[in-house]
């Protein structure tokens, strides 16, 4: 079997970037073991034609890291008369044999080149115990199971620490798990996954206290696990630590979630003192140049999708836990930054600036497609929304949206209630309507009507 099997979304559930140290239900055991009801049966074969004599081709060292006892690679098979200790074991490895717990050597259930196609699913693992000839325990996926799989009946959470396929019957997982009040492991270390993680992005820059990724990445999937469209707000982004976590999550699942990050451009009391000292101040291009957003966060994330930090220099390491890969991959993502501004009511209510508020059309809609920037013809109709100011062109306005299936919202600009209501009785059922620019511009207007806030 080749290919790689797709995650399956799944209920509210925490998938852990690594297991507790106190966690023993993946040992497997010669008979096969249970994970979150899914059975894993032993690779070692058991019952009749169990013995190495029975299937020569089925004995063969399968060889493990020292350090972290992951799987490295599966050797050739030893032909009878040949002793096992006579096969070269790499440096840093130990060879693992099928002995059973007789001392008789016996055989493996696949063979060398469907176990290594096996680990690189996550659909065979590494057990953790040692027997008492120190070998270590295997177990994998039947085709019932991996049938399952396919089917929806067991779904896929992840994969763990080792690259294990983490699953569970889609019954059991539409319950909410109820976090731990307090987290200890080393994923979550701020030192080694926030302010070391985020060096290998922006090399040259640092912030204070960023929190761990893997922290942040585990947090979220108690809540948007089931949601591969989710929304994330984050009004206090820092470091975009938050978005990064989001690109993590989507790549694991196949999700489309989306973050807005708001942060402030604010520059460090540190910074501000030498640079009101060089007579610079808020606004000023260079004082500007050194904010949250523009100094940390944007080129975090733009380092984080491309795989290049600003310097044009390939992001050094490796992502670990839950997904690893090396950074430089980047994530297939996109990102867009906006700068808040103030404007002043009556302009953007007479179209004149008209391109500083299309961002946030965009965004109310989805921020899918293309974004509206122009709307000299009167009208305009993108992949997800429509915007119409002039009313007399209402009959092409419908007829565009109507075309696009896609489209869910109609922006309307009018004051009048009656053009409002007539407008919003010709529009398709799946688009909602939306009204400009009264309603909004309420929001901006201060006491005294003289100003924007």
């Known amino acids: 079997m080749s290919g790689v099997l797709e995650p399956v979304r799944t209920g509210d559930s925490m998938l852990a970037s690594e297991p507790d140290a106190n966690d023993d239900e993946r040992d ?17 074969r058991s019952g009749t034609n169990a013995r190495r004599q029975d299937r020569e081709k089925s004995f063969y060292p399968i060889f493990v890291s020292d350090g972290n006892k992951k799987f490295s690679h599966a ?18 490895l130990t060879a693992h044999w099928p002995v059973r717990s007789d001392g008789s050597e016996g055989r493996w259930q696949l063979s060398p080149t469907k176990l290594t196609d096996a680990f690189a699913q996550g659909t065979a693992r590494v057990g953790s115990r040692l027997n008492e000839f120190a070998m270590l325990s295997f177990s994998y996926l039947k085709a019932g199971q991996l049938a399952k799989i396919r089917s929806g009946e067991i779904v896929v959470l992840g994969r763990d620490a080792t690259g294990a396929l983490d699953l569970a019957h889609a019954d059991d997982v539409s319950r909410v798990e109820v976090p731990r009040t307090i987290w200890n492991r080393q994923s979550h270390s701020a030192a080694d996954h926030g302010s070391s993680l985020l060096r290998k992005f922006i090399p040259s820059r640092a912030f204070p206290f960023p929190k761990s990724l893997y922290a942040v990445e585990d947090t979220l999937r108690f809540l948007v696990l089931n949601k591969p469209n989710a929304m994330v707000i984050d009004f206090f982004s820092g470091s975009g630590t938050t978005a990064h976590a989001v690109m993590r999550l989507n790549k694991q699942d196949g999700g489309h979630r989306r973050t807005i990050s708001v942060t402030n451009n604010e520059v460090s009391s540190e910074e501000q003192a030498d640079l009101r000292k060089r007579g610079l101040r808020p606004g000023d291009d260079e004082w500007e140049s050194l904010g949250i957003c523009d100094f940390i966060t944007e080129p975090r994330l ?55 508020i299309a961002p946030l059309l965009w965004l109310r809609a989805g921020s899918r497609g293309r974004r509206i920037d122009d709307l000299t013809q009167g009208w305009e109709v993108a992949d997800s929304y429509g915007v119409i100011a002039d009313l007399d062109q209402v009959e092409k306005f419908v007829h565009a949206l109507s075309d696009q299936p896609e489209a869910v919202v109609a922006f309307v600009v009018t004051d009048e209630d009656r053009l409002f209501e007539s407008v919003v009785r010709e529009l398709p059922e799946h688009v909602e309507p939306v009204r400009l620019y009264e309603a909004y511009l309420r929001n901006f207007e201060i006491e005294s009507g003289r100003g924007a806030r």
Request: hydrophobic content about 35%; charged content about 30%.
């Open 75 to 92: 050797g050739d098979f030893v032909p009878l008369g040949v002793s096992r200790d006579a096969v070269d074991v790499p440096a840093g």
């Open 28 to 44: 497997p055991v010669e008979g096969g073991s249970a994970t979150k009801g899914v059975r894993w049966d032993g690779l070692m």
């Open 302 to 356: 733009a380092a984080a999708i491309t795989g290049m930090t600003p310097d044009g220099q390939p992001v050094k390491g490796d992502y670990k836990f839950t997904d690893e890969f090396p950074m430089r991959e980047g994530f297939e993502e996109n990102a867009e930054f906006f700068t808040l501004t103030y404007e002043a009511p009556l302009r953007v209510a007479s179209n004149r600036e008209f391109e500083r």
